[in-house]
T-cell receptor, first 114, second 111 residues
Framework: NAGVMQNPRHLVRRRGQEARLRCSPMKGHSHVYWYRQLPEEGLKFMVYLQKENIIDESGMPKERFSAEFPKEGPSILRIQQVVRGDSAAYFCASSPQLGAAEAFFGQGTRLTVV | GIQVEQSPPDLILQEGANSTLRCNFS?????LQWFHQNPWGQLINLFY???GTKQNGRLSATTVATERYSLLYISSSQTTDSGVYFC?????????????FGEGTQLTVNP
């Protein structure tokens, strides 16, 4: 959905570098979700954030990955010391309310680690 | 956690044909969405349908929550319908609008 903005669309990093992925939710949405899609696979949940809070990070790898959603500005997914296995499409979704509601996805960031 | 199974995994159609895609899930849900991922990788919302029936043009969907399945119907298919169709659900135990995705149905519509 065009309303959720992700950037960059494509990101190339060398092994060992840091990757920063940004997500601005739809207007009026205060809940953000990050998903990862490996080649030829479905999307896997990583982390759920509200403004200034991590609500559920049960899908996030314990090392090298972190996420934030500050009071001002976009949500950031940060991957430190990237490895080839981090190459994937990373999608952000947003929803408007606490509890179950329709989620809308951005166009994704395709990370390639060389 | 909740399990989601989609069938068939692959489907090849001639333009104009109809098709039915199925999504089975292992537990009660309070959220169910169908998406189309086009060849450029973009995820497009098709339906938000935790229960009941909805229609949008040539597409319709039905979720029978008590029997734990959902169906997506595509009528008079077009080549632009090609791509991967994902079913995604949120269980009653999951947080917010967090979704568990199935592995998808790869649809190819030939002219």
């Amino acid at each position: 959905n065009a309303g959720v903005m992700q950037n960059p669309r494509h990101l190339v990093r060398r092994r060992g570098q840091e990757a920063r992925l940004r997500c601005s939710p739809m207007k009026g949405h205060s809940h953000v979700y990050w998903y990862r899609q490996l080649p030829e696979e479905g999307l896997k949940f990583m982390v759920y954030l509200q403004k200034e809070n991590i609500i559920d990070e049960s899908g996030m790898p314990k090392e090298r990955f972190s996420a934030e959603f500050p009071k001002e500005g976009p949500s950031i997914l940060r991957i430190q010391q990237v490895v080839r296995g981090d190459s994937a499409a990373y999608f952000c979704a947003s929803s408007p309310q606490l509890g179950a509601a329709e989620a809308f996805f951005g166009q994704g960031t395709r990370l390639t680690v060389v | 956690g909740i399990q989601v199974e989609q069938s068939p995994p692959d489907l090849i159609l001639q333009e104009g044909a109809n098709s039915t895609l199925r999504c089975n899930f292992s537990d009660s849900v309070n959220n169910l969405q169908w998406f189309h991922q086009n060849p450029w990788g973009q995820l497009i919302n098709l339906f938000y349908i935790p229960s009941g029936t909805k229609q949008n043009g040539r597409l319709s969907a039905t979720t029978v929550a008590t029997e734990r399945y959902s169906l997506l119907y595509i009528s008079s298919s077009q080549t632009t319908d090609s791509g991967v169709y994902f079913c995604a659900v949120g269980g009653r135990e999951t947080s917010g609008s967090r979704l568990t995705f199935g592995e998808g149905t790869q649809l190819t519509v030939n002219p």
